[in-house]
């Protein structure tokens, strides 16, 4: 079984930086590539960034050159650092593997708003 605890949100204005975090209950999780999803209010669920075994990240368009994932093996730690935050950064933000393990594996995720 599987459990990921999320962290870090919080109100950020415009412009600002947050440090999102995850601990992942996950057997073997070096080997696995982690993901940083975000669901806004009315919209899917979506993959914001990736991180595979060896370090190599992917962003999605919209967060390139905002946002940083980055890993702590020794700690089952995922981490996202988000800058010149904007107020489309605005949801609930999940970790898991990548693709996501299944259904019931989403833990609560942390809110983050963008807003003045």
């Known amino acids: 079984q599987v459990q990921f605890v999320e962290s870090g949100g919080g109100l950020v204005q415009p412009g600002g930086s947050l440090r999102l975090s995850c601990v992942a209950s996950?057997?073997?999780?070096?080997?696995?590539?982690m993901g940083w999803y975000r669901q806004a209010p009315g919209r899917q669920r979506e993959l914001v960034a990736r991180i595979d075994s060896g370090g190599t990240a992917n962003y999605v368009d919209s967060v390139k050159g905002r946002v940083t994932i980055s890993r702590d093996n020794a700690k089952n730690t995922v981490y996202l650092q988000m800058n010149s935050a904007n107020p489309e950064d605005t949801a609930v933000y999940y970790c898991?593997?990548?693709?996501?393990?299944?259904?019931?594996?989403w833990g609560q995720g942390t809110q983050v708003t963008v807003s003045s």
């Open positions: 996950v057997r073997m999780f070096s080997i696995y590539t």
């Open positions: 898991n593997i990548y693709p996501p393990y299944g259904s019931d594996s």
